[in-house]
């Protein structure tokens, strides 16, 4: 049907870049916004993924991400010397990023020493990552460690006089940063007609932009946080494109702002806690795929000007949840655009201008057409969560829901477990410290730690209202169920992002990928194991591992990691 929706008051902001409006502080705790802290930094719950019960080492991890043949590079601020004998290893490394991109050739590998690099540090900004290299700090705690600040001019060939703190050239990466532009029009990261991989990030206290990308940029923006800058989170103007994946996009002034021409995809992202979600302006076309966006200030997703927002087809459905947003989920105040939202979470009564729903009309994997939750219907995953909701193992909400993308907590997936495995107890109980008798997941997780299926935190403490993330569901499983490992290289012939796997998980992972445990939407060879599991991927996750114990029959999926690719 066709939704009209009430009319439009006030016309919505016209121009992107207008500074939103200060949001409230929120309250400091486990899902605390990043705030400087004696000179660090604390992510929001999921932000950073602790280890439970190890403390995985740094070094290890940064190895396991050197490209073959490529020159490594280090640089210490406290420690390092810019002269030509510096540079060549942790021990006698480079002091500034300034001076090791200038040496920097095709092919390497900037490695960054926790610590702050700034003017003081003998930074001259921007620094410019040249093509073919990776500047990288810190990526198991996205950036939390390695702290860039700055700003310096750019004249932009399509957007005229900025400050920027950091410019990403052609197939350039950035990874493992939390990067600041204290200026006025302060950008981060700036992206000009180029498509670098930004991942792992935090982008934090900018008084613009976290990332700016315009003429006919193309990047990848992957798995990272972006939080308390003043104007937004990501912008896109002119022609620009690329893939926005995996991201968290909390108290950011506009999430997403994107303008001109600009065609980018948005998918899996949390945009949550901003003054607006994500505002598409001008004749911007952008294509939104399983995305929460909920809890904005005002409005949840805003179209204006000529703007045409992709929300879904009956052929590839939107599977968005936006929801509980200030004002309006859905803004339409285009010139007299309608748009279309197939497959979403939207209350028709939080929208306002003419929006068509339109139902999907898809067969899932497994052939039923029909899903018992509204908000399924056509979804990668129907099969999957109509299976263990048919086996009593998962359930929906009252309003006859599913929330597919919604992140699932600790103890919500010890519930899960128990109702998809009863596991017998193979170790003894563990009082943990934040879960007492009364909490009403205290007994799952009494069951999910005895049967050796999930493990607590250093301190004594088990964090059950944290969201959990993928590799920790895929560790639990392979635990809980006796996995075990054989040829753990092969790691990279099955995941472009296995470098990011934690050391701990390597082989679990490993195991349950083996076993075709693993499913992976949109791309099958990207694991994303730090990103938060969603409700949709821990029901595929648990059905497959039923498979695997010859507890339910498979089902066809072209998402399903099989276990003998490589």
Known sequence: MTHQGSLIQQPIINKMYTTAKAIAPLQVGLTALLLWVGGTVILPAGANNATPSSHTTTTALQVAQIPAGATVLYVNSALGTDDAGAGSSEGAPYRSITYALKQAKSNTVIQLAPGSYTKDTGEVFPLVVKPDVILRGDEANKGQTVLVIGSGPYVSPTFASQNVTIRADKDSEVRGLTVTNPMTRGTALWVESSNPEIRNNTFSNSLRDGIFVTGTGAPTIADNVFTQNKGNGVSLARAAQGEIRGNLFQATGFGIAIGGTSAPTLEGNQVIQNTDGIVVSDSARPVLRDNVIENNTRDGVVAITNAQPNLGTAENPGSNTIQNNGRYDLYNATRGNTIVAVGNQINPQRISGPVDFVAADVTPPGGSTVSQFKDVQGHWAQAFIEALAARNIISG????????????????????????????????????????????????????????????????????????????????????????ATNTSALTRYYTDAAQIPSYAIAPVTAATQRSIVINYPTLNQLSPNREATRAEVAAFVYQALVNAGKVDPITSPYVVSGSQP
Not at 405 to 430: D, E, G, L, M, Y
Not at 443 to 470: E, H
Request: aromatic share 14%; no cysteine; net charge positive.
């Open 397 to 484: 909400f009252p309003d006859g829901t599913y929330r597919p993308s919604t992140p699932v907590t600790r103890a919500q997936f010890a519930a899960i477990i128990n109702k998809a495995f009863t596991p017998s107890a193979q170790r003894s109980s563990i009082n943990f410290i934040d879960v007492g008798q009364s909490f009403w997941g205290y007994q799952a997780i009494q069951t999910a730690y005895r049967g050796g299926f999930l493990a607590g935190y250093p301190g004594g403490v088990f964090l059950p209202d944290q969201q959990i993330p993928r590799v920790q569901v895929l560790v639990s499983l392979a635990n809980g169920l006796g996995y075990s």
